[in-house]
């Protein structure tokens, strides 16, 4: 299944599968496969990975099996493929080439001094967390200022589009992107200079995305406009997996990801390089539970392994377990106010090791493994 999912490179292929079943190695095997078997040119490849780090692995492992391909081929996460297109062309929707960028604490700090300069801090019953989300959240659905002032039902709302406006504000005067605007603003580029989205969409041949699960609906649109030209779309994930629910990934998107893509090539590995026999047996269990899932078992060759435990704890962090929460080979499952465990918050262990707990807010379980 592995080999089938590497070669079949042309047309939208989506490829499900659990933890631990290789969806990276995929990935990368058919990047490999793509330049070494079918003589592509680097240059017009690209690659998503959801972490920097994840990017630098895969050119690694690139450069291993062909060496020297890495430096023409741009594996990248969403943010910094959309700061390399925007130094180019941001110019065109008035962002100056020598933008800066704000981190998450630049724009956490940025929304704490606009509610102290308008004595807000304590008029809007969120934290200063919440409301930055509020507003990341906004503009990763691209909702404008103005829409969300069109929205705003009360007063308080009306206080937080006002934030939200201000923010704004602040970082045009900066000459700053958030996060967020390192993905809407390409969207905006392209849709407002279809000219250019062409002209990166002829030179990436082949688009590849890892994580698939945890792309956002802003996300989703930027992968749409790179792969427009051949639809030569490859992206590997977990339904079972998508944790990121809060920040506004869909799973949706893998659900429907072949009425998208007409003539989707659906690919499933099932079989696990990772764990034992036991814990993939829980793991089906567990994530059996999951609605709107694609469905899938998950096995292995490995052996049986040790039986699972399940460890309920009154407190996430200051309740481990003898020796930590890091050296218990189990489940864990923080217990709730009420003695229940609480089970969006559950994880399976990597090989026997405990692989740290993921908060799960739309209960959807996760089998980390
Ligand atoms: N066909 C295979 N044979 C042996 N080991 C494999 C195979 N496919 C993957 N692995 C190993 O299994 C582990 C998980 O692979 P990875 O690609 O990271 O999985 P995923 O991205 O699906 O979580 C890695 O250590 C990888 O080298
Ligand atoms: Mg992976």
């Known amino acids: 299944m592995q080999q089938e999912a590497v070669l079949a ?5 989506l490829v499900l599968a659990g933890a631990g079943s290789g969806k990276t190695r995929v990935l990368t095997e058919r990047i490999a496969h793509l330049i070494a078997g079918n003589g592509v040119s680097p240059h017009h490849i690209l ?22 391909t890495s430096g023409a081929l741009w594996v990248g996460t969403f943010h910094k493929t959309g700061v390399w297109i925007l ?39 969120k934290s200063v967390h ?22 705003a039902s009360d007063n308080m709302d009306k206080k937080i589009v006002l934030v939200y406006e201000e923010y704004e504000k602040a970082l045009r005067r900066a000459k700053a992107l958030d996060f967020d605007d390192l993905i809407s603003r390409v969207v905006e580029l392209f849709s407002a200079h279809p000219g250019v989205r062409d002209e990166y969409a002829r030179r990436f041949r082949y688009v590849l995305v890892d994580e698939f699960q945890d792309t956002n609906p802003i996300q989703m649109m930027m992968i749409d406009a790179l792969s427009s030209h051949t639809r030569n779309l490859f992206v590997v994930g977990d339904d079972d997996q998508s944790i990121y629910g809060w920040r506004g990934a869909k799973v949706e998107h893998i659900l429907n990801f072949q009425t998208l893509y007409p003539g989707t090539k659906v690919i499933r590995l099932e079989q696990n390089y990772r764990s034992t ?35 309920v704890s009154a407190d996430e962090e200051n309740d481990a377990p003898p020796g ?9 499952a923080p217990r709730h106010r009420d003695s229940v465990p609480d089970q969006r918050t559950i994880a399976l262990p990597r090989r026997g090791v405990q692989a740290g707990r993921h908060a799960v807010p739309d209960h959807r379980f996760r089998a980390v493994l």
């Open 9 to 13: 490179t042309e047309g939208p292929v």
């Open 47 to 68: 690659a998503f990975t959801f972490t920097n780090k994840a990017a630098q692995e895969m050119r690694e492992r690139l450069d291993r099996s062909i060496p020297g």
């Open 87 to 125: 130094r180019r062309h941001g110019s065109l929707i008035g962002i100056p080439a020598a933008f800066s960028i704000y981190d998450a604490a630049d724009s956490l700090a940025a929304v704490k001094s606009i509610l102290a300069h308008h004595g807000l801090e304590g008029a809007v019953l």
């Open 130 to 151: 919440a409301l930055r989300e509020t507003i990341s959240r906004w503009k990763s659905d691209l909702i404008s200022p103005e829409l969300a002032h069109e929205r």
């Open 277 to 311: 026999k036991t814990i993939l047996a829980a793991a089906n269990e567990l994530i059996s539970c999951n609605r709107g899932r694609t469905g899938k078992n998950l096995w292995t060759d490995g052996p049986a392994g040790e039986k699972v435990k399940l460890l």
């Open 324 to 332: 930590g929460r890091s050296a218990f080979p189990g489940i864990f």
